[in-house]
């Protein structure tokens, strides 16, 4: 099975604060995704990466970087928190196989990040 | 942008019967939908896909209709069970590329006993 992981479930920080949002897969997917999850607008993508070092941005990365040094490992980085980026993180990865892109994407469990 | 909405938020159902989900999408060019289930405190599980030159497909007890003529998609749960209350979500993929997915809002299932 896969297995999406994000660092912590739960997280309280302060504004201004400077926060890392890890995800690590165990599966060697070539694309790997965050989104934020907010009620009644669902999921948004912030960023995605289809190779290491590689990134492009997707509809939200406002006030957002990632950063992508090895395959399996995926950050999200808050440089400075704002309380409008309380919201549920969620990780996800999807594979390459053959040269061709698989368009379901596996989940992490999210993590839910609190900004006072 | 364009988006994927849902037609109802919240759907109650008893147990034992049929579940229908809607969607609607807006981009004729959607090649790809696929259906997410979401527990409360989990992660979007895969439920079942289908590509725009397939009207139908059939899982476990789930099964996907496209109409590509009115742009609408529904998700048939057969037997609804308590385990299936959850949030669900279409999503489509929009841009020609399996890296992205565009999410709808989500439809929350309670099954009643």
């Known amino acids: 099975d896969v297995k999406v992981t994000q660092s912590s479930r739960y997280l309280v920080k302060r504004t201004g604060e400077k926060v890392f949002l890890e995800c690590v897969q165990d599966?060697?997917?070539?694309?790997m995704f965050w989104y934020r999850q907010d009620p009644g607008l669902g999921l948004r993508l912030i960023y995605f990466?289809?190779?290491?070092?590689?990134?492009e941005k997707g509809d939200i990365p406002e006030g957002y970087s990632v950063s992508r040094e090895k395959k399996e490992r995926f950050s999200l980085i808050l440089e400075s928190a704002s309380t409008n980026q309380t919201s549920m993180y969620l990780c996800?990865?999807?594979?390459?196989?053959?040269?061709?892109?698989?368009?379901?994407?596996?989940f992490g469990p999210g993590t839910r990040l609190t900004v006072t | 942008g364009e988006s994927v909405g849902l037609h109802l938020p919240t759907l109650s159902v008893q147990e034992g019967d049929n579940s229908i989900i809607n969607c609607a999408y807006s981009?004729?060019?959607?090649?790809?939908f696929i259906w997410y289930k979401q527990e409360s405190g989990k992660g979007p599980q895969f439920i079942i896909d289908i590509r725009s030159n397939m009207d139908k497909r059939q899982g476990q007890r789930v099964t996907v209709l496209l109409n590509k003529t009115v742009k609408h998609l529904s998700l048939q749960i057969a037997a609804t069970q308590p385990g299936d209350s959850a949030v669900y979500f279409c999503?489509?993929?929009?841009?020609?590329?399996?890296?992205?997915?565009?999410f709808g809002s989500g439809t929350q299932l309670t099954v009643l006993p």
């Open positions: 599966m060697d997917h070539e694309n």
């Open positions: 981009n004729s060019a959607s090649d790809y």
């Open positions: 999503a489509e993929n929009i841009y020609g590329s399996a890296r992205q997915l565009t």
């Open positions: 996800a990865s999807s594979p390459v196989v053959q040269g061709k892109e698989y368009y379901e994407q596996y």
């Open positions: 990466s289809y190779d290491v070092k590689m990134k």
